[in-house]
């Protein structure tokens, strides 16, 4: 069973850090893109950012491009979400995700298992 457990979220002013991260058990992890996405209320879920299966190469929405950065440990199954210079507009939930191949993809339906999300919320 494929489980995927988000940490790190929480409240922070404009301007601040916030790094999330994301446990993944049941699945070969090294195997796997990972990415993660967003969803504010009443919107979509959105792209955000992706790592392929080794770590080297990544992809990032244009909206956290230069402030946010994708990485991974695969010694500890983890995948990690650096948000750095955060704006009120990042408030949504965060999701992880497992890809179903090895190489980044930006559509949701590129990934087969998702996390339970964890919130984000940037004060003005």
């Known amino acids: 069973q494929v489980q995927l457990v988000e940490s790190g979220g929480g409240l922070v002013q404009a301007g601040g850090s916030l790094r999330l991260s994301c446990a993944a058990s049941?699945?070969?992890?090294?195997?796997?893109?990972m990415g993660w996405f967003r969803q504010a209320p009443g919107k979509e879920r959105e792209f955000v950012a992706a790592?392929?299966?080794?770590?080297?190469?990544?992809m990032y929405a244009d909206s956290v491009k230069g402030r946010f950065t994708i990485s991974r440990d695969s010694a500890k199954n983890t995948v990690y979400l650096q948000m750095n210079s955060l704006k009120p507009e990042d408030t949504a939930v965060y999701y992880c995700?497992?890809?179903?191949?090895?190489?980044?993809?930006?559509?949701?339906?590129?990934?087969?298992?998702w996390g339970q999300g964890t919130r984000v919320t940037v004060s003005s």
């Open positions: 049941g699945r070969t992890f090294n195997s796997y893109a």
């Open positions: 790592i392929s299966w080794t770590g080297g190469v990544t």
């Open positions: 995700a497992s890809d179903k191949g090895r190489f980044v993809h930006s559509s949701t339906s590129a990934y087969d298992y």
